[in-house]
């Protein structure tokens, strides 16, 4: 579990999260959702540390993450795997380079270990014997299917993914949505996702955290969803056709 406290940033006098509140559930795929620059990105990176908040606390199984010591920032470094927006895989190492990326960096696995660690994440995403290919020769989907096997080699507790869908075809989006939820689900993560996919939201939004210009104005689940009463919240969801169709 995951609990943000009172999270703040501004960038010079642009006050960008105005305290932000939250709980991410173990087991479960939260998700930040939100218009366009609404601070969803700044706050997943306030969570894992690649922005620093001005105020606030975030606490990793009770771990609180600004306020510890140096080891303790280390080991909950060690347990977050991360999908990058554009699954950012490095185009000049080969997919099986990619995935053991972490590896090599983080742990002193034999070079057998280290293989055999490869081999079973890109199984479990579906990837089996592409590890010589290069991110150029496949497809987006792909990438992102490699950028979910290097997330996860490292076996952690806390899976974060910032706009999984982006630049995916509807179909293929839910593949990745479902095979996001099924890994949380396999090895009782925390899975924090950012999007602003309504697709994602009715299909994977366990646990579901709505900014609305930097601040959180709702919090729950997609069966809860449709039925709440928050003005700006109907707003956000019923902006497409298909969902002003599903309403009626
Ligand atoms: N490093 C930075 N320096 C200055 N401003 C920033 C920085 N990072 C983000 N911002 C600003 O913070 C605001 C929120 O950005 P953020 O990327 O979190 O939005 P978002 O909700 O994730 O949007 P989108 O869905 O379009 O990705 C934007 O106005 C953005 O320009």
Same mark, same amino acid.
């Given at each position: 579990m995951?609990?943000i406290?009172?999270?703040?940033k501004? @960038?010079e006098?642009?006050e960008v999260?105005k305290?932000i509140s939250g709980? @991410?559930y173990?087991?479960?795929?939260n ?5 366009s620059g609404?601070g969803?990105?700044?706050l ?9 908040p001005?105020e606030g606390?975030?606490l990793?199984?009770n ?5 510890s010591?140096l080891?303790t920032k280390?080991?909950?470094r ?5 999908? @990058?927006?554009g699954s950012? %895989?490095?185009d000049?190492k080969t997919?099986?380079e ?5 590896l090599d960096?983080?742990?002193?696995m $034999?070079?057998a270990?280290k293989?055999d660690?490869?081999?079973?994440c890109?199984?479990?995403v579906?990837?089996?014997?592409v590890?010589?290919?290069?991110? $150029?020769?496949i497809?987006?989907?792909m ?7 290097r ?5 952690? +507790?806390?899976?974060?993914c +910032? ?6 075809d509807?179909q ?5 949505d479902?095979l ?6 396999e090895n009782n993560?925390?899975?924090?996702v950012v999007t ?5 939201v009715?299909g994977?939004?366990d646990?579901i955290? @709505?900014l ?6 709702w919090?729950? $689940?997609?069966?809860e969803? %449709?039925d709440s009463?928050?003005?700006q919240l109907?707003?956000?969801i019923?902006?497409?056709k ?5 309403k009626?």
């Open positions: 995951i609990e406290q009172n999270i703040k501004s @960038f006098d642009k999260l305290g709980t @991410f173990k087991g479960k795929t998700l930040i959702i939100g218009s609404t969803k990105s700044v997943l990176k306030c969570i894992v540390g690649l922005v620093q001005d606390e975030v990793f199984d771990r609180n993450f600004y306020h010591d080891d280390i080991d909950i060690r347990e977050i795997g991360m999908l @990058f927006q950012a %895989l490095f000049s997919v099986g990619n995935v053991r990326f972490p960096m983080m742990t002193k $034999s070079t270990e293989r660690r490869v081999d079973f890109l199984e479990r579906g990837l089996t014997g590890n010589q290919k290069m991110p $150029s020769e497809s987006g989907g990438k992102k299917r490699v950028g979910i096997a997330a996860i080699v490292m076996n952690p +507790d806390y899976l974060f +910032d706009e999984p869908n982006s630049g995916l509807p293929t989006s839910i593949t990745i479902e996001i939820q099924e890994i949380t689900y993560m925390t899975a924090v602003h996919d309504m697709n994602s009715m994977i939004g646990h955290l @709505f609305v210009k930097g601040l959180k104005v919090e729950g $689940s997609n069966n969803i %449709l009463d928050n003005a109907k707003e956000f019923f902006a497409s298909m969902m002003q169709a599903l009626r």
